[in-house]
């Protein structure tokens, strides 16, 4: 008889976004003459950067000829933009990484997900608490996770990250063979120093693990002292795989284009993980479509370049007016700074849920409460700053009335 994959029938709903759309609804329709604003949404606003548009635009006119139509691309993506990033986003800052350590992908969840096809169900994998609820739930359908006991996997080994320690996981006593890291933070909002990483590093190598670093907010980074990718840290190339992103970049999380490095140096049992990626990939994907690969390419172009500074401002305006406007008013905050996600307390000891339940009925705020990425989370609420810039500042100013 056919049997199911038992491993999804584990997984709780997606509890969380579903419950916020559910009180937000309940309250709708109760309050229709209330006017509610979300700064609980994680999908950008502004459209896509006029050079990515025009690029698009000539890649569909070559795809209509047959003297340029494209079919099939290279799996690990076309070299023109395998190049632009490491030109871009990495020879800058230091990393030696090569194009041909990089695969182009469509976004970072795929890869941030399927990334453990290449290693054993046995593998004890590492998140930080609160999570990106990706890294676990890819992990349970692959049958690492153990059962679901209430708010937590028995399997997977949890990383607090609390006002107590800078939002910053202490290495875990149970050793990891894969540990998710992900800086600039979903959801803290904080970013990591290269001291703070390069412990990881080392205990990664000593301990033969391999680090799944997440970046995917890597362009939010404002302080020039702050890694932006784990390669910045030496030794980082026998034991991390990077994954980027340019969706928070430059709007595309509608256009699909992101990117995984694996360096030629990471073995593991003795064999290269570029090599099992590729096997991987050749096996069950077919590459991200030529055109958006044409408009992931113009980000780098000079007007890009500008265009995608003047989006990421915009963002980076909405954090600030939060974070200050949250401040004033005495609030606990956190990240905001090198990044578009601001964390803070609840006051007064309230639960995650509870204060939510305030700014929603009191201030007609929508926002997304901490408890929902893991259990370290509870009694902290998440804002983002993706965000209309004049809804921003009236949330912020209706937050502080109600306050
Ligand atoms: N990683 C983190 C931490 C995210 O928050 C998100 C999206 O919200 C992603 C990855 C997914 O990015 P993409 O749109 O490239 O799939």
Request: charged letters at 25%.
């Amino acid at each position: 008889m056919l049997k199911l994959n038992e491993n999804y029938l584990k997984l709780p709903g997606s509890y969380l976004f579903a419950e916020i759309a559910r009180r937000t609804a309940a309250y709708s329709e109760a309050n229709p003459d209330k006017r509610l604003i979300k700064l609980g949404i994680g999908d950008v606003t502004l459209p896509l950067p006029a050079a990515c548009v025009d690029a698009l635009k000539r890649a569909a006119d070559e795809m209509g000829d047959k003297a340029t139509f494209m079919g099939y691309g290279p799996y690990e993506g076309y070299d023109f933009l395998r190049e632009a990033i490491v030109k871009n986003d990495y020879e800058p800052y230091g990393a030696k990484i090569s194009a041909d350590e990089l695969f182009v992908s469509d976004g970072a969840k795929s890869d941030c997900g399927n990334i453990g096809d290449i290693f054993s169900e046995d593998c004890v994998v590492a998140v930080c608490d609160p999570v990106y609820p990706v890294y676990i739930d890819a992990n349970a359908m692959a049958g690492r996770a153990g059962e679901y006991a209430g708010d937590k996997w028995t399997n997977i080994v949890y990383m607090p990250c609390t006002a107590e320690n800078n939002f910053f996981p202490a290495l875990p006593e149970r050793v990891p063979d894969l540990i998710y890291l992900c800086f600039p933070n979903n959801p803290t909002g904080m970013a990591a120093t290269k001291e703070q990483l390069r412990p990881w590093v080392d205990y990664a190598n000593e301990h033969g693990s391999v680090i799944l670093y997440d970046a995917a907010y890597r362009a939010y980074i404002s302080d020039p002292a702050l890694p932006r990718s784990i390669y910045e840290i030496p030794g980082a190339e026998e034991c991390a795989i990077e994954f980027g992103s340019f969706s928070k970049t430059a709007g595309f999380t509608g256009t699909r284009c992101g990117w995984t490095v694996i360096p030629r140096a990471l073995r593991r049992g003795g064999e290269s993980l570029y090599d099992m990626w590729m096997r991987r990939q050749s096996t069950k994907f077919n590459g991200t479509a030529y055109v958006i690969q044409r408009a992931a390419e113009a980000v780098y172009s000079p007007e890009g370049r500008e265009q995608v500074a003047g989006l990421i401002g915009y963002y980076m305006n909405n954090a600030r007016v939060i974070r200050e406007g949250l401040s004033s008013a005495g609030l606990e905050v956190y990240g905001g700074e090198d990044s578009p996600y601001i964390w803070f307390r609840a006051p007064n000891g309230q639960g995650s849920w509870e204060f939510f339940d305030r700014l929603l009925h009191e201030a007609n705020v929508v926002t997304t409460p901490g408890a929902g990425f893991g259990p370290s989370g509870e009694g902290f609420i998440r804002l983002t700053a993706f965000g209309d810039a004049e809804n921003t500042r009236e949330a912020v100013e209706r937050v502080k009335a109600m306050l």
